[in-house]
């Protein structure tokens, strides 16, 4: 780390979405061979209002930036001090991300090496628990006058190098940036500005071999930085290294968020059938719950992931691994929330009270919540009681499932016990009338 050219940056900004929001201030320090070269700042007119919260906390109000440069009269020189030094940031991701979109604003791809200090001070320090900035300043006795200012906290970070580098020693630090700041090999097989135009939000990535063979599909919720991984030198997995040695071209698929990228790479697998995606569960076993927020009186429904088209992820709950998982969560929710609900005109007060604390539920085999006692499969239950301890039917939304076929069913009608139900032969209780499927 010592060794190397630094650049220490700190960014504040109108939010924390880097696609958004905008920086206000820029602070940097520039360090060559372990030594302090020169420092620069400037406030930035980020073109949009600064939110009350946020001047509250930089103090950087939007009269303080209304006469303030805008970024791309500064590019130029925040590109000279960064370019050819590792960018040393506290929650590098955070600032990193910053910087990149604001020179795709400009038509510019921007990439540097990145140190994170958060992951840094873990490494060193793994016995402490906090490393936030203010924690860390604590721990090592550092002062700020210009807390949450640019230029104030790029400071703090280059002190907090000074000072890991006596303790806990520079081979400490060099070990830990070494391993932090691995870099990634571009394979034989791909341009070497392969990496540059990866994004670094949430998504899916394709790996393809000769004649466009799908070798792998992955998700992140940072794409560039997972498909690095792949190739970072020291490949201590098989499949990275077979990987590697195969790949011809690389392809990705930017998602809105988490869930999006775990639906579209089970999609990917199913219909491309990737060479080393053997052990991803297959797509039909994902599935959510569909219900509407317009329509709450209607039974939520249970799709499978592979119906879903890219987009279609509201009124979804979930995601879940079985159609069992997905039940029994719908199951456990309904019996949670009717466990300290009054008592309904149409419900008797035994069918509205809590079980006893000391005696878990007792769940119906089928699968309707044995809160309300209105299904007749539930032991000791007579049929008049069944009956007259039946909600009324707005309530009736999450009745008597299967757990095999997802329906979701009317409460069992029969005026006998189920003999299924009663030797635990789970969603094959033929006494339920599918109502919605």
């Known amino acids: 780390m010592y060794d190397r050219p630094l650049v220490f940056l700190d960014l504040e900004t109108t939010g924390a979405t880097a696609t958004h929001d905008r920086i206000t201030e820029v602070g940097i320090v520039e360090v060559e061979n372990g030594r302090f070269v020169r420092e620069w700042s400037s406030l930035v007119n980020p073109g949009i209002s600064i939110p009350p919260a946020i001047q509250s906390l930089t103090g950087i109000s939007n009269a303080m930036v209304a006469g303030a440069p805008r970024f791309e009269e500064i590019a130029r020189e925040v590109w000279e001090a960064v370019d ?8 590098a991701r955070f600032d990193y991300g910053f910087l990149k979109n604001e020179f795709k604003r400009l038509g510019k791809t921007f990439g540097a090496p990145v140190l994170c200090t958060v992951k840094l001070s873990r490494k060193l320090f793994p016995q402490h628990a906090r490393h936030n900035l203010d924690s860390l300043m604590a721990r090592h006795g550092i002062n700020c ?6 230029l104030g906290d790029a400071r703090v970070l280059w002190q907090l190098a000074q000072q890991w580098r006596e303790d806990p020693g520079e081979a400490a630090v060099l070990e830990a940036t070494a391993k932090l700041l691995k870099t990634a090999t571009v394979p034989a097989g791909l341009p070497d500005n392969a990496f540059e135009h990866i994004p670094e939000g949430p998504g899916v990535y394709l790996f393809y071999g000769e004649r466009d063979v799908p070798l792998y599909v992955g998700k992140s919720i940072s794409l560039r930085t997972r498909v690095m991984s792949h190739f970072s030198g020291d490949h201590r997995v098989a499949k990275d290294m077979r990987i590697a040695a195969e790949v011809k071209r690389i392809d990705w698929i930017e998602t809105a968020g988490e869930l999006g990228a775990l639906i579209e790479e089970a999609r990917l697998v199913k219909k491309l059938s990737p060479v080393h995606n053997r052990q991803l569960r297959r797509a039909g076993e994902l599935c959510a719950w569909h219900w509407p927020a317009q329509a709450a009186a209607i039974p939520p429904q249970l799709v499978s992931a592979r119906d879903l088209a890219g987009g279609e992820f509201r009124d979804l709950y979930g995601l879940f691994r079985s159609r069992r998982a997905a039940i029994e969560a719908l199951r456990d929710c309904w019996v949670s929330r009717n466990a300290t609900a009054p008592a309904s005109p149409g419900r008797s007060s035994a069918a509205a009270a809590p079980a006893p604390a000391s005696k878990p539920p007792n769940r119906m085999r089928c699968g309707w919540p044995p809160r309300w006692r209105s ?8 049929p008049a009681a069944s009956a007259s301890a039946r909600p009324p039917p707005a309530e009736n939304a999450a009745s008597c499932m299967s757990s095999t076929s997802g329906a979701i069913s009317a409460p069992c009608a029969t005026t006998r016990s189920c003999a ?14 599918p109502t919605r499927s």
């Open 420 to 433: 299924n139900c009663r030797k635990g032969r789970r969603g094959r209780c033929s006494t339920s009338t």
């Open 145 to 150: 006058e210009a807390r949450h200012r640019a």
């Open 84 to 91: 050819g030094r590792v960018l040393v940031a506290h929650n």
């Open 375 to 382: 299904c007749a499969c539930a032991p000791g239950l007579s």
